[in-house]
């Protein structure tokens, strides 16, 4: 079955650590996104990429990391910069024609989620 | 800066009902609409999706309109069951800037009751 898998389903950080969020698709999607998801807010976007070796910061990129190693897969690190980690982790995917001029987005499809809690 | 509107932030209906969510953004300018579904603690299901030169669109039970004009979206459900008892959340795209970068509302919660 084809999909967009997240792991682990929940995680628990100490002060000061780092810590990777898995996302894997097998949809053969170009463009894969984290998102934030807090109580009471709309989803905030982290990172996004459009293809292998490329991504780009979202409106709250501080504090993270990613990676785009693999066009299956898309690790966001937490890192110890960012003050307020604990939330609901989305990750996206899309098919996408990135940078040949109008956008051609298609629907977003999403994973499971992880929920990070700070200890 | 594109902000999403979705109101109300709660509803509660009785099973049977047809019901109307709505979903207003500021930026008129946008490639697509989207309307999802999210279980509690669950990601996000994709309901439907709405192209800027598009009206409506239906799926079942569910339909979308989309006015770009004066900056709305209408999710309408009819005959609601308990199982669409969830939060709705409408996302749209930018016609400009690269990637599908979706500016999302904070949502309807629904819930439907026996």
């Known amino acids: 079955d084809g999909g967009i898998t997240q792991s682990p389903k929940y995680l628990f950080r100490k002060e000061g650590q780092n810590v990777t969020l898995s996302c894997e698709q097998n949809l053969n999607h170009d463009a894969m996104y984290w998102y934030r998801q807090d109580p009471g807010q709309g989803l905030r976007l982290i990172y996004y990429?459009?293809?292998?070796?490329?991504?780009q910061k979202g409106d709250i990129a501080e504090g993270y990391s990613v990676s785009r190693e693999k066009k299956e897969s898309f690790p966001l690190t937490v890192t110890s910069a960012q003050k307020n980690p604990t939330a609901f982790y989305l990750c996206?995917?899309?098919?996408?024609?990135?940078?040949?001029?109008?956008?051609?987005?298609?629907?977003?499809?999403f994973g499971p989620g992880t929920r990070l809690t700070v200890l | 800066k594109q902000e999403v509107t979705q109101i109300p932030a709660a509803l509660s209906v009785p099973e049977g009902e047809n019901l109307v969510l709505n979903c207003s953004f500021t930026?008129?300018?946008?490639?697509?609409l989207q309307w999802f579904r999210q279980d509690p603690g669950k990601g996000l299901t994709s309901l439907l999706l709405i192209q800027s030169s598009q009206r409506e669109q239906t799926s079942g039970r569910l339909n979308a309109s989309l006015d770009k004009s004066s900056g709305r979206s209408t999710l309408y459900i009819a005959a609601s069951q308990p199982g669409d008892s969830a939060t709705y959340l409408c996302?749209?795209?930018?016609?400009?800037?690269?990637?599908?970068?979706?500016?999302f509302g904070t949502g309807t919660q629904l819930k439907v009751e026996l």
């Open positions: 930026d008129s300018a946008i490639y697509n």
């Open positions: 990429s459009q293809i292998v070796n490329d991504f």
């Open positions: 996206a995917s899309s098919i996408e024609f990135p940078r040949t001029g109008l956008p051609r987005g298609n629907e977003q499809f």
């Open positions: 996302a749209v795209r930018p016609y400009t800037g690269g990637g599908n970068k979706l500016t």
